[in-house]
């Protein structure tokens, strides 16, 4: 409900000294902890060592580390974070003013770094501890390129090395994402190669593929295991992301409390679930203490609806099945969203901790399609500004739709929500819905059934 003895500014900013000085682990305060990587050749949850040959040392600790609440932020990291950080909670008058509703929206805009979204937040730790290792470099993936960017972003004010496996039809139709990362000093590579083992398989199999993330990321695994001095890293469905991103929700759990504002409903996109379990952390931490409810909501498109019509299994993380097994919601390794599918966040799984959380009743999860989704995208960008990223607006989406909900009912409900990124990179989406040519593809159960097929026997 809520609470308006102070007026509310546009914007909640933070002071330095009021900035999260630690990240927040949800899987401390998870009774059922979310399921352990397992080692697709044993089937035995992957021990630290296992883990240790693919990730950095001090992130496997992170990964596998389901006691601490809280653990520290480096100074290093803290100092980066001060470039960008912290990022305003914005009231949403605009956009309240055009729906007519009682309810009061905020979001949590990420976008206000050059790699566009949130995804810095945690680049910036993992290359941290590569560099703090004493290693040359870092590989990694990137589907649509933020990710990609920020771990560039990183690396260069790191001088770390950075190679980045790109998937082949974003690297054609994403050349200025590309551009930047070569600015900040990327080896980018499209994917699928020839430079790997996995990729030389792939292309055999599937020649003229335009690759997807699941193959990008065998090869940046490959890439990275069998040269010295380097390591894989992930920007998204670990733990540790979600522990780095954590910073999101602590961030908005403090401006929130500054202005005595109570959430009642928090809303996040989810792809991997990283922005997501980040936003929603510190408040699913009270939740499942015990302590305070929120309505907490997860939006994924309909064309790639892990979480709403998955299976809770073990699967594989990549296509080439290199990496460990995670138990997650997923739609089966060998899943691709349809091509017309333009709206990102079409990871076939989803985090393990989200995960759990869905599966323990914490948070709720609705698919919508994007042709709605763009339109939530250009009504948001209309009046309050900022250009969105489509994978933010599915969380613009469904923040209107209960806005409007409360118009009806005439609760002054608060909304939060995540807004992740900026579209800039995007606008061939935006073209396309705006010539009318857009479309919605939602599989059909016998084609998921199909994907289905292809899990792993597992437990
Ligand atoms: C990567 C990305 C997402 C989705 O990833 P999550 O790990 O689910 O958060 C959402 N929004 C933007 C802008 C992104 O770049």
Same mark, same amino acid.
């Given at each position: 409900?809520?609470?308006?003895?102070?007026?509310?500014?546009?914007?909640?900013?933070?002071?330095?000294?009021?900035?999260?000085?630690?990240?927040?682990?949800?899987?401390?305060?998870?009774?059922?902890?979310? *399921?352990?990587?397992?080692?697709?050749?044993?089937?035995?949850?992957?021990?630290?060592?296992?883990? =240790?040959?693919?990730?950095?040392?001090?992130?496997?600790?992170?990964?596998?580390?389901?006691?601490?609440?809280?653990?520290?932020?480096?100074?290093?990291?803290?100092?980066?974070?001060?470039?960008?950080?912290?990022?305003?909670?914005?009231?949403?008058? &605009?956009?309240?003013?055009?729906?007519?509703?009682?309810?009061?929206?905020?979001?949590?805009?990420?976008?206000?770094?050059?790699? /566009?979204?949130?995804?810095?937040?945690?680049?910036?730790?993992?290359?941290? $501890?590569?560099?703090?290792?004493?290693?040359? /470099?870092?590989?990694?993936?990137?589907? *649509?390129?933020?990710?990609?960017?920020?771990?560039?972003?990183?690396?260069?004010?790191?001088?770390?090395? &950075?190679?980045?496996?790109?998937?082949?039809?974003?690297?054609?139709?994403?050349?200025?994402?590309? %551009?930047?990362?070569?600015?900040? /000093?990327?080896?980018?590579?499209?994917?699928?190669?020839?430079?790997?083992?996995? +990729?030389?398989?792939?292309?055999? %199999?599937?020649?003229?593929?335009? +690759?997807?993330?699941?193959?990008?990321?065998?090869?940046?695994?490959?890439?990275?295991?069998?040269?010295?001095?380097?390591?894989?890293?992930?920007?998204?469905?670990?733990?540790?992301?979600?522990?780095?991103?954590?910073?999101? =929700?602590?961030?908005?759990?403090?401006?929130?409390?500054?202005?005595?504002?109570?959430?009642?409903?928090?809303?996040?996109?989810?792809?991997?679930?990283?922005?997501?379990?980040?936003?929603?952390?510190?408040?699913?931490?009270?939740?499942?203490?015990? %302590?305070?409810?929120?309505?907490?909501?997860?939006?994924e498109p309909k064309s790639c609806p892990s979480?709403t019509r998955g299976k !809770?299994?073990?699967?594989? &993380?990549?296509?080439?099945?290199? &990496?460990?097994?995670?138990?997650? !919601?997923t739609l089966g390794?060998g899943f691709i969203p349809s091509p017309n599918h333009?709206?990102?966040?079409r990871?076939h +799984?989803?985090?393990?901790?989200?995960?759990?959380?869905?599966?323990?009743?914490?948070?709720?999860?609705?698919a919508?399609e994007q042709? %709605?989704?763009?339109?939530? *995208?250009?009504?948001? *960008?209309?009046?309050? /500004?900022?250009?969105?990223?489509?994978?933010?607006?599915?969380?613009?989406?469904?923040?209107?739709?209960?806005?409007?909900?409360?118009?009806?009912?005439?609760?002054?409900?608060?909304?939060?929500?995540?807004?992740? +990124?900026?579209?800039?990179?995007?606008?061939?989406? $935006?073209?396309?819905?705006?010539?009318?040519?857009?479309t919605d593809y939602i599989p059909t159960d016998e084609e998921l059934e199909a994907s289905f097929a292809t899990?792993?026997?597992?437990?």
């Open positions: 409900m809520k609470n308006e003895k102070t007026p509310i500014p546009y914007k909640i900013y933070l002071e330095e000294s009021e900035m999260p000085k630690q990240w927040y682990n949800v899987r401390a305060d998870m009774v059922n902890k979310p *399921a352990p990587l397992l080692n697709p050749a044993t089937g035995e949850p992957m021990t630290a060592e296992e883990l =240790g040959a693919v990730f950095c040392e001090e992130l496997v600790k992170q990964e596998l580390n389901n006691d601490d609440r809280y653990i520290d932020i480096p100074q290093e990291i803290a100092d980066f974070y001060k470039m960008y950080r912290p990022s305003p909670l914005v009231r949403a008058y &605009c956009l309240e003013e055009k729906l007519q509703t009682p309810a009061h929206i905020y979001y949590k805009f990420e976008g206000n770094n050059t790699s /566009g979204s949130h995804k810095l937040n945690s680049a910036i730790a993992q290359a941290y $501890y590569a560099k703090k290792q004493g290693l040359k /470099g870092v590989t990694t993936e990137t589907g *649509a390129g933020q990710w990609g960017t920020a771990l560039s972003m990183a690396c260069s004010y790191l001088e770390l090395a &950075c190679d980045v496996y790109m998937v082949k039809v974003s690297y054609e139709q994403k050349p200025f994402r590309r %551009e930047v990362m070569r600015t900040y /000093g990327a080896n980018v590579t499209p994917s699928p190669s020839m430079t790997t083992e996995v +990729g030389k398989r792939i292309l055999a %199999e599937h020649p003229g593929t335009t +690759g997807s993330l699941g193959c990008a990321i065998s090869e940046a695994v490959e890439s990275a295991t069998s040269r010295e001095g380097y390591r894989y890293v992930l920007g998204s469905v670990l733990n540790q992301v979600l522990l780095h991103q954590s910073i999101i =929700g602590e961030e908005t759990k403090t401006a929130l409390e500054k202005y005595n504002i109570e959430a009642d409903m928090i809303i996040g996109c989810a792809g991997g679930g990283s922005n997501l379990g980040g936003l929603i952390s510190p408040f699913a931490g009270a939740k499942l203490r015990g %302590e305070k409810d929120y309505q907490i909501i997860a939006v979480l !809770y299994a073990y699967d594989f &993380c990549d296509t080439g099945k290199v &990496c460990p097994l995670a138990k997650m !919601y390794s333009a709206g990102g966040l990871y +799984g989803m985090s393990s901790t989200v995960s759990q959380l869905y599966e323990d009743g914490v948070l709720e999860a609705r919508v042709t %709605e989704v763009f339109q939530a *995208a250009i009504d948001f *960008a209309r009046v309050e /500004g900022i250009l969105p990223a489509p994978e933010s607006s599915h969380a613009i989406k469904v923040a209107v739709d209960e806005a409007l909900k409360c118009k009806e009912t005439g609760e002054e409900k608060n909304i939060i929500f995540g807004l992740t +990124g900026t579209g800039y990179f995007d606008m061939y989406a $935006y073209q396309a819905f705006n010539d009318g040519k857009m899990l792993p026997q597992i437990g």
